[in-house]
């Protein structure tokens, strides 16, 4: 694997000698790609904000403004998915927000299999810690302590000892098999505060999955949302699915979900405003299910995915060049609207000796941009596209906002050309 790294005056000397082949027009947009419709200002920080609201200057975050570009050769036989998957994974559990008096009188649990591990953590500093013997669990007929419901204890220093980020004061509780599952009633009588109980059910046969049919968009973009309740391999109607929207600033917004033929539940979102705070958006969602014999399947989700401000885009032009010693210079205009430290990568295409489409090389390349219409060149070194030739196709292309940790186009099928 090859990989140069070339400043400012080596890339100004590769691209003075290089000799123009071609202008091209990026190929048109699919309904996979993303691709900014309008541009808009990047939000400031949130420290620049306040500290402008008192009236006071205080410098953006540093920036690097030297000019990097690197390129390597990719196996043939590479992974290369232009089209990202978002993540999605199957729940097994629930949480619940309860008061001291809610848990005074008693939680209702329900249970869809034996086994169910219970944690309970205040939510309130000044809550009560509780232990094994101060809580009982009425299930199935009889009334147990915890300590005699539960085949394994843990507490805080245990828990963190075997790798678990747990809140301090956290009680967790395994129930013993032989209790089955059913509606369970969880009581402390010395409870005092606020307290989160949450259930996981390593054992159960009922799983929620939430899918977005996107990892990441752009501001006023729309996002969608299926969740799904499942037993085993088999899908089961969800009764009931409600949730929110969080920013990374923390502020919620309530969402409404519509219920499918199918059973499951769906949902849009398609946020307009940046957040003042960096970071992911996630989205909650709480479920009710059957277990198909009359009892509640209860299953908590989250998701996330990145928002980005549409603050640079892609001009459409691309012009290919035949670099010194046979290497390849694809420059891509590109339109700015904030001033930033931007970069453009992809993956050059090309055929092997058996006539195959195969994965080639790799490039990117960063600079500090300010507003208008400017260029980012994407240089193939010689070494890392020997293995290829024409015709040639630009794919996974991606334009970022490296100092905003932001994606702002990705095209799975850019460009194609026969000779540079």
Known sequence: MNRRILAAGVLAGLFATSAFAGTHTLLPATPTDMVPVALQAAPAPASATAAALAGVDIPRPHAEHQPV???????????????????????REYWTDVSAT?????????????????????????????????????????TLAGDRAASTVGDVASLRAAGMA????SLVMQLRPELGAGPVTLQAPNASGRYVVHVFEPKS????????????????QRLHLDVTMKDGDRQRPLQAVGGFLRAPDGSTTLLD???????????DVAPVQPSSTPGLWELHSFTIGDDGQGHAVRRDTTSVFAVATPDAKLSGTADTHRA?????????????DSASRFAVSGVLYGRDAKGRTVPGAF???????????RQLVLHFEPSSIAGIGAPYELRDLRLQDQPAISLVERRALALRFDRP
Do not use: C, K
């Open 69 to 91: 570009s690197v390129s390597w050769a990719l196996p043939a036989d590479a992974p290369v998915n232009p089209v990202p998957q978002p993540f999605a994974r199957a729940s």
């Open 102 to 142: 809610e848990m005074q009188r008693g939680v209702d649990l329900p249970l869809s299999a034996p086994g169910a591990v219970i944690r309970i953590s205040p939510s309130d500093p000044r809550g009560g810690r509780l232990d094994a013997t101060g809580v009982t669990f009425r299930m199935n007929g009889q």
């Open 166 to 169: 747990v809140p301090d004061a």
């Open 205 to 220: 046969p009922f799983t929620v999955t939430a899918r977005a049919d996107r990892d990441d968009l752009l501001l006023g």
């Open 257 to 267: 979900y519509r219920a499918n033929t199918d059973g499951s539940f769906s949902t």
């Open 324 to 336: 010194g010693h046979h290497g390849i210079d694809i420059a891509l205009g590109v339109t700015v």
């Open 363 to 373: 490039a990117q390349s960063a600079a500090w941009l300010t507003p208008g219409e």
